[in-house]
Nanobody, 124 residues
Framework: QVQLVESGGRLVQAGGSLRLSCSSS????????ISWFRQAPGKERTFIAA????????YYPDSMKGRFTISRDSAKNTVFLQIANLGPEDTAVYYC?????????????????WGQGTQVTVSS
C-alpha cells in the first residue's frame, strides 16, 4: 500500500507556470509508476502523464503533449508535474495515482492508489 499527497496547487495568472508535487512517506513508493490526472468541475477525470518506477520512461497522451512535464526524484520520494503557459482551461483539481504497472495508453483510468488532490485555479 502507498499513501500519496499532492501539493503545489494555487491561484495563478494565465501565462504562468506551476510545479505540482506528489509525495509519499512510504518506502514502497519507489516500486510504483505514478500518473497525474486532473478533474475540472462538471467534467470527467483526465489522464495527463505517467512516469515509470525508475523515472526513465514517461508517457503523455497526445492531447497532453507540449505543456506538461512529469519527472521523478526518487531520493525525495516525489514525482513532479510541471505545467507551462497556464490558461483558464487548466483550472482543476490535480491528482496523482500509483500503479505497479506503467501505463502507456491514453485510455488509462488510474491505479489503485490516489491522493486527495490539489487545486489549481488560473485567472485570466
Amino acid at each position: 500500500q502507498v499513501q500519496l499527497v499532492e501539493s503545489g496547487g494555487r491561484l495563478v495568472q494565465a501565462g504562468g507556470s506551476l510545479r505540482l508535487s506528489c509525495s509519499s512517506s512510504g518506502r514502497s513508493f519507489i516500486r510504483y509508476a505514478i500518473s497525474w490526472f486532473r478533474q475540472a468541475p462538471g467534467k470527467e477525470r483526465t489522464f495527463i502523464a505517467a512516469i515509470d518506477a525508475s523515472g526513465e520512461s514517461t508517457y503523455y497522451p497526445d492531447s497532453m503533449k507540449g505543456r506538461f512535464t512529469i519527472s521523478r526524484d526518487s531520493a525525495k520520494n516525489t514525482v513532479f508535474l510541471q505545467i507551462a503557459n497556464l490558461g483558464p482551461e487548466d483550472t482543476a483539481v490535480y491528482y496523482c495515482s500509483a500503479d505497479p504497472q506503467f501505463p502507456i495508453t491514453s485510455g488509462y483510468l488510474g491505479g489503485n492508489y490516489w491522493g486527495q488532490g490539489t487545486q489549481v485555479t488560473v485567472s485570466s
